[in-house]
């Protein structure tokens, strides 16, 4: 029977869709950045968000959006300051969320080890319709603000200084970036879960960069390779009865590997069979007669 029969499947290849386009929109911006990890960052606070939701009674996936938005905002400015001190408050943040998940989800009637950790590592086949709608929403805003805006992004992620100059804003654009990573991570936790989601935003981006030329068709490339490994790795999910996050991940490593090996083969082999340019000596002037003698014509030679 087709796996399209079980609506619940139709649920969780939509929400592979989602997720697939957006996390590599915006994980090309941190990659271009060297701000790898802080998706990963963000999933941590975003834990909390979710814990909050189980408490209080609202929906897990709201309550991550605002927690982490929060957290993100906080995370661009300690970043804007750099030095020691924002390093070390960076990590208070990221790790003062992951655990004050844990504590308030153990605080909550409805929560417990289950939900906890399907929200750690993904749970896609759970994705519910009122899930499915809030990913939409939040995958449309997120997608026009990163490929609507790519110019003044890729401006900012390349020198900053010189964009603030030509007039960007560039505080601003900075905020909303973090903000459309925090809200990333929220659309992406049902799917390989806040633990893994930073995998999703920055593999599927390092692989297009082993083979494509320039960031429009970097970004084209992630964003396609990252829907088909969503979409691979929730489909074996299925028939392997494995972990839906664990399985698109590895999928998505696996690919780098292959990609990464078969670029450097086809690079050395260019090189290899490469035909060297003939060296050409350059050909020496010829003899000017003597300046102090000059030529007749019909004179006879001597």
Do not use: K
């Amino acid at each position: 029977m087709s796996i399209l029969h079980y609506d619940f499947m139709v649920r969780a290849l939509i929400a592979a869709v989602l997720v697939g386009l957006t996390a590599p929109a915006v994980g090309i911006y941190l990659v271009q950045r060297r701000m790898s990890l802080v998706g990963d960052g963000i999933g941590h606070i975003a834990l909390t968000g979710v814990a909050l939701g189980f408490l209080t009674g609202q929906s897990p996936v709201i309550s991550a959006v605002v927690v982490a938005a929060l957290g993100a905002v906080a995370v661009e400015l300690i970043r804007s300051r750099g030095g020691a001190s924002g390093d070390v408050a960076l990590s208070l943040l990221f790790y003062g969320g992951i655990a004050g998940g844990v504590l308030l989800i153990s605080l909550a009637p409805s929560g417990g080890n289950a939900n906890l950790l399907g929200y750690l590592f993904g749970s896609l086949l759970t994705t519910a319709p009122s899930d499915l709608i809030v990913m939409g929403i939040l995958t449309v805003a997120v997608l026009a603000f990163t490929v609507g805006l790519r110019s003044w992004l890729f401006a900012i992620c390349h020198d900053e200084e010189f964009a603030r100059v030509s007039g960007v804003p560039v505080r601003l654009l900075n905020i909303l970036l973090a903000v459309s990573a925090a809200v990333t991570v929220t659309v992406a936790m049902r799917v390989v879960g806040v633990l893994l989601v930073s995998a999703l935003m920055v593999i599927p981006v390092a692989t297009a960069q082993q083979v494509a030329r320039g960031f429009v068709a970097t970004m084209a490339g992630a964003m396609g390779l990252s829907v088909a490994v969503a979409l691979t790795g929730a489909v074996g999910s299925f028939y392997l009865d494995v972990p839906s996050g664990a399985s698109i991940v590895v999928l998505a490593v696996l690919v780098f590997v292959v990609v990464t090996a078969a670029a450097a083969g086809v690079r050395a082999w260019q090189r290899r069979n490469a035909t060297p340019r003939p060296s050409v000596s350059p050909t020496p002037p010829a003899a000017d007669p003597d300046p102090a003698v000059p030529a007749e014509a019909g004179a006879p030679t001597r």
